[in-house]
């Protein structure tokens, strides 16, 4: 990456700014403006991910580049977070959103800015982007949204097909540490420590909401911007990467918006483009330029004519835990919408082919299938996060191949497998799995698709499946750009649970599949222009120093004893040092799931976070642990937090709640 030091404009920082909300509450914002540039459009950036410490390193590469081009931008802290004054109390809450309208507006109202305003951001900054864009603040005009989510129960990180997703707890134990961190004491100079207390004191325990709402009620319509897409009328570029959990949203929106919008997706996990992995990398920062500079200034440079989706098509490689270079080419499409009808496979004894045949086969239960799975979104909080070969879990699925391919053939957008069914169970579940099998035998995910069977008819109601009976479900795998090289064959892997990935039944399930098709999106040879984009750039990295170093470690731990398989993930960030405000940072985190192969019931999940702070002779310590079980009626959660200083206990809380499967 070239790290530019010269800009169109000089940049001035205010490290601590306070935007006062209409019920007297303060955020804290850090602003980066170009200097002597008179009034401007406003960037910002508003997440509960601490400016001043978690994401300093970002926003070292990404804010003061596009102030020296002629922006101001703004990273704000949210209500309760960081160094903001306030509670916080759910994520994307109705306070979230409006505080967000009064930024906006404040932004709108100072003298350096022109009355413009953008929004940016990746995961929960993606998220509200869109939210508020949906709510029509005046100033509001252009939203670049990576990594993130149109729908907040079928597509976050809570459940998926109407499952409960494995990082569910994860992150509500994820964030009850990071949340709990204090505000910085040399910013918030007076009754920081009054500001922490009230701020642990009023902790809410998240494991438990987010466990309660397992059909898509109103919790999670709240803020799902495909309950009304008509409502964005700001101009969205929306961003992602294949290696991410949030690979669906950019065709969702390119497909729904009236409001002027663009896709984009790389090879890339959970990071900006510019500096995401597996490579290749581009000038993400020159692109949000270009948006800028239409939708805020009125710069005629041709961003509403870019291709409606310019998506990297992946070439299959061997399957690995993790990449740095992921190979393939850059395909543009015009029109999205102008793509063929899937082709269509059907099912037929143990194959896939081009004519309907009996299938008659069954899926039986294999608890330990899943463990190849990788993690739902690869950000670097842990070892190797991608999916490995997927041949042990194969072996523990009912799977159907297709013919070795004579002709190279481009997956691009989203496959469906349609079955048709019958339970030994009322509660069931399946996960489908489309793979790419090479002549050696190994097997690599290409993408999957989970469903709740009592969710058949929609998400918003449970129906018990009729034991016996057959039945035609849907499952929608999620969207992929990959090219099915000459030589290799296609596999659909059908599974009655995929543990850790999402939680299973309480009590084994057999599924006989009677019949089904595979609706394979097929891009056309020749359809799709190529495209380039420029290499990296970003303004100077932060200084640092590293006092320690770290260490990640994954393992599979199978127990003959009980027939236990455990999965254990630890990471060890060391300890490093802002040579600019003389505060260090050290996470160690450790995630444990576990299951007997012969007990559906038997699922565990435990997380345990731990942050320290320090500068000087001042140091915090947060330790944030979350269990989940599933039992056969509930999910039995808890959780506890701890924190300390110097070694003096200064907070604890826990939690405990039995929350019925519904």
């Known amino acids: 990456m070239q790290h530019v030091t010269e800009f169109p404009f000089e940049i001035e920082e205010e490290p601590h700014v306070w935007i006062p909300m209409p019920d007297g509450v303060r955020l804290s914002a850090r602003i980066w403006r170009p200097k002597g540039a008179g009034a401007v459009p406003a960037v910002l950036e508003y997440l509960p991910y601490r400016k001043r410490d978690s994401t300093a390193e970002r926003d070292a590469l990404t804010h003061p580049y596009m102030a020296g081009h002629g922006y101001a931008c703004v990273r704000v802290d949210m209500r309760g977070t960081g160094d903001s004054e306030g509670l916080f109390d759910d994520e994307y809450s109705e306070q979230e959103l409006a505080d967000g309208v009064a930024v906006i507006d404040w932004l709108a109202a100072q003298a350096w800015c022109s009355g413009t305003v953008g929004m940016m951001g990746i995961s929960w900054g993606g998220f509200n982007g869109l939210q508020i864009a949906a709510l029509r603040p005046e100033p509001l005009k252009a939203v670049v949204s990576i990594c993130s989510t149109v729908d907040r129960y079928a597509d976050d990180i809570h459940y998926k097909g109407g499952i409960m997703l494995g990082e569910n707890p994860a992150w509500a134990a994820t964030v009850l540490g990071w949340f709990a961190l204090p505000p910085d004491p040399e910013i918030v100079r007076e009754g920081a420590m009054d500001m922490w207390q009230e701020r642990l004191d009023d902790t809410p325990f998240l494991a438990g909401r987010w466990a309660e709402h397992q059909l898509r009620d109103d919790y999670w319509k709240h803020g799902s911007v495909c309950e009304d897409y008509s409502a964005i009328t700001a101009a969205v570029l929306s961003v992602g990467g294949w290696h991410d959990g949030y690979r669906n949203t950019i065709a969702h929106l390119v497909e729904n918006l009236d409001a002027p919008v663009k896709g984009l997706i790389g090879p890339w996990n959970h990071k900006y483009p510019h500096f995401a992995v597996p490579e290749p990398r581009i000038d993400f920062l020159g692109e949000m330029l270009r948006w800028w500079d239409r939708w805020l200034k009125g710069i005629e440079n041709g961003a509403e004519d870019l ?91 009912l799977c159907f191949d297709g013919a070795v391919v004579q002709q190279a053939c481009d997956i691009v957008g989203s496959p469906t497998v349609n079955l048709r069914l019958a339970s030994d169970q009322p509660r069931a579940q399946v996960a489908v799995r489309l793979c790419d099998v090479a002549p050696d035998g190994s097997s690599a995910l290409i993408c999957h698709g989970f469903l709740n069977l009592r969710h058949r008819a929609g998400h918003e109601t449970a129906v018990d499946m009729p034991v016996g009976d057959m039945v035609d479900v849907s499952v929608v795998l999620d969207q992929c750009g990959y090219r099915l090289p000459v030589g290799h064959k296609l596999r659909v892997a059908i599974s009655t649970s995929y543990w850790p990935f999402v939680w299973p039944e309480a009590k084994p399930v057999t599924l006989l599949v009677d019949s089904g098709t595979l609706e394979l999106p097929v891009l056309p040879e020749g359809m799709g222009e190529g495209w380039a984009f420029d290499p990296p750039k970003a303004a100077p990295k932060r200084a640092t120093r590293m006092l320690s170093d770290g260490s990640e470690a994954k393992r599979v731990i199978r127990d003959a004893s009980d027939r236990s398989v455990t999965l254990e993930i630890a990471s060890d960030t060391g300890i490093e040092e802002d040579l600019s405000t003389g505060l260090s940072h050290r996470i160690k985190h450790q995630e444990r799931f576990t299951i007997q192969e012969d007990d559906a019931s038997s699922a565990v999940a435990d997380f345990r976070w731990e942050r320290r702070m320090a500068r000087g002779g001042w140091a915090v310590t947060v330790e944030a642990h979350v269990t989940m079980t599933g039992l056969d009626d509930c999910f039995e959660v808890s959780a506890s937090l701890r924190t300390s200083g110097e070694g003096d206990l200064a907070f604890y809380k826990e939690w405990n709640a039995q929350i019925p499967r519904l």
Not at 322 to 347: K, N
Not at 351 to 372: D, F, K, N, S
């Open 307 to 397: 291709p409606d989706m310019r998506l990297w098509v992946m070439d299959s490689v061997p399957p690995k835990l993790s990449y740095d270079r992921r190979p393939g080419r850059w395909v543009a499409l015009d029109d999205w919408s102008a793509r063929p009808q899937p082709e269509v496979l059907h099912f037929n004894a143990e194959a896939l082919a081009a004519e309907a045949g009996p299938v008659g086969r069954q899926a039986y239960p294999a608890l330990a299938c899943g463990q190849a799975a990788g993690e739902f979104f690869p950000f670097g909080f842990g070892p190797g996060e991608l999916p490995d070969d997927q041949r042990l879990d194969d072996a523990l699925s």
